[in-house]
């Protein structure tokens, strides 16, 4: 069974960075491009960030371009998100997902808060 785990969340200050992680396991991670998306009760699921399966190309969706930067450690079978000059609009569970787009599995969340 694929499984996908996040971890690295909590609550921080405006402004402030965390560092998300999503540890893989069952699969050959090395394969698939990876994903992170994160979701909200008053606003819904929100694509973030994917990278491709070599690590060579990211993407991101506007609304955190040049604050949070995608990475991916394939000898580890890991997917980081460094979140930097975060705000109260980035509080979200963040989920990390295998693939892009169509991403067929996702992990259990980790919760990021940003609050004064």
């Known amino acids: 069974e694929v499984q996908l785990v996040e971890s690295g969340g909590g609550m921080v200050h405006p402004g402030g960075s965390l560092r998300l992680s999503c540890a893989a396991s069952?699969?050959?991670?090395?394969?698939?491009?990876m994903s992170w998306v994160r979701q909200t009760p008053g606003k819904g699921p929100e694509w973030v960030s994917a990278?491709?399966?070599?690590?060579?190309?990211?993407y991101y969706s506007d609304s955190v371009k040049g604050r949070f930067t995608i990475s991916r450690d394939n000898a580890k079978d890991t997917l980081y998100l460094q979140m930097n000059s975060l705000k109260p609009e980035d509080t979200a569970l963040y989920y990390c997902?295998?693939?892009?787009?169509?991403?067929?599995?996702w992990g259990q969340g980790t919760q990021v808060t940003v609050s004064s």
């Open positions: 997902a295998r693939g892009y787009v169509a991403a067929d599995y």
């Open positions: 069952e699969f050959t991670f090395s394969n698939y491009d």
């Open positions: 990278i491709s399966s070599g690590g060579v190309r990211e």
